[in-house]
């Protein structure tokens, strides 16, 4: 029987520790980096690991893509993404970039509920066009930001996921979360624009819009082109038409032109005006149309939500000055009721 000096094995077994130990050490750590875990804690403050699945990340869009007539499945969270990406400057406030995500958000919950599908094909749930909300993945995004994607989309999807799960909701259910660009320095009541009354789309003050630069715009057109546009005819008149009723938020409710009585909107539509709070004179053979705003007015003002943040306030702020008597929800109750029913 061969036999070991205790000396011989005592310095074996200090050896074979001394090779286990930096093992045993390294073993969790490179587990836990071929697990993507490491990377994910050294992602920056706000974003959130992959590992904590988002309420977003849960709930799955199909968005019916115009221009390629094709469907993309994503979870809600970039679908929000690139609506917010697609719909307001990333270079806005990031609180005025939360109200957005919020919007959109309740947008899409709202139109989930609803059985209307007009217009889409079947398995889808909206469309990427304004039709609902304009929509851009990351590829798309890439192609638009070019050299400032990086900061771009990083700034756009940490004020997405810091309004997860949340949207906007009145008397318990998903408001209609109107937006658009530029205010006249007021919104509209929902009335005096569509022929819907809602109780939180109300006119309110918003004079940080004047610092917008597309607050004003001017249009000329020639008066043949007027009077086709409007189906009328004004032969030697020397003033165009004169403006009978004013809206609660400062617009062109209702005018008389040419033996017709016209709305606000109907004007700017047929004339493919920025806004309904417009006013013209006649020079020459040309018709000079000045307008205050851009957009319908009703609902929140994207210029006036970046003013308000530049100001200090936070998201909340800004969609309860716009959006009246609405309550922040979570989203989860309305979603698993909808999901359950399919």
């Given at each position: 029987m061969l036999k070991f000096k205790p000396l011989i094995v005592l310095s074996a077994i200090l050896f074979a520790v001394t090779l286990l130990v930096p093992s045993v050490l390294v073993l969790p750590f490179t587990e836990e980096k071929a697990n993507g875990k490491l990377g994910e804690k050294a992602k920056p403050v706000g974003d959130q690991a992959a590992s904590v699945p988002s309420a977003d990340s849960a709930?799955?869009?199909?968005?019916?893509?115009?221009?390629?007539?094709?469907?993309?499945?994503?979870?809600?969270?970039?679908?929000?993404?690139?609506?917010?990406?697609?719909?307001?400057?990333?270079?806005?406030?990031?609180?005025?970039?939360k109200a957005q995500a919020l919007s959109a958000r309740t947008y899409f919950v709202k139109q989930l509920m609803s059985p209307d599908k007009t217009g889409l094909p079947d398995g889808a749930q909206v469309s990427d066009t304004?039709?609902?909300?304009?929509?851009?993945?990351?590829?798309?995004?890439?192609?638009?930001?070019?050299?400032?994607?990086?900061?771009?989309?990083k700034k756009v999807a940490d004020a997405v996921r810091a309004t997860d799960g949340q949207?906007?909701?009145?008397?318990g259910a998903p408001i209609d979360a109107t937006f658009f660009s530029t205010s006249n320095g007021y919104t509209e009541n929902s009335?005096?624009?569509?022929?819907?009354?809602?109780?939180?789309?109300?006119?309110?003050?918003?004079?940080?819009?004047k610092k917008s630069p597309k607050y004003t715009s001017?249009?000329?057109?020639?008066?043949?082109?007027?009077?086709?546009?409007?189906g009328v005819k004004l032969g030697g008149a020397a003033s165009i038409g004169s403006v009978t009723e004013r809206t609660t938020g400062k617009r062109v409710g209702k005018l008389e032109?040419?033996?017709?009585?016209?709305?606000?909107k109907e004007v700017r539509d047929k004339l493919a005006l920025r806004s309904s709070d417009f006013t013209w004179t006649l020079k020459g053979g040309n018709v000079i149309i000045n307008t205050k705003g851009f957009g319908h007015g009703v609902g929140m003002s994207q210029y006036g939500a970046n003013g308000m943040a530049t100001e200090g306030k936070n998201y909340k702020d800004i969609v309860q000055h716009y959006y009246k008597g609405i309550q922040i929800s979570s989203a989860d109750a309305l979603l698993n009721k909808v999901m359950a029913k399919k």
């Open positions: 709930v799955d869009v199909t968005v019916f893509r115009m221009a390629k007539s094709s469907l993309e499945k994503l979870p809600l969270d970039e679908y929000v993404i690139g609506v917010v990406a697609a719909e307001m400057p990333a270079d806005f406030e990031v609180e005025a970039l304004e039709n609902h909300q304009v929509f851009r993945n990351r590829d798309e995004l890439k192609q638009q930001w070019g050299a400032e994607y990086e900061w771009k989309i949207i906007l909701t009145y008397e009335e005096d624009y569509w022929e819907n009354s809602f109780p939180y789309l109300r006119s309110v003050e918003s004079p940080w819009d001017q249009t000329v057109m020639p008066l043949s082109e007027f009077e086709r546009k409007l032109i040419g033996g017709k009585t016209l709305t606000g």
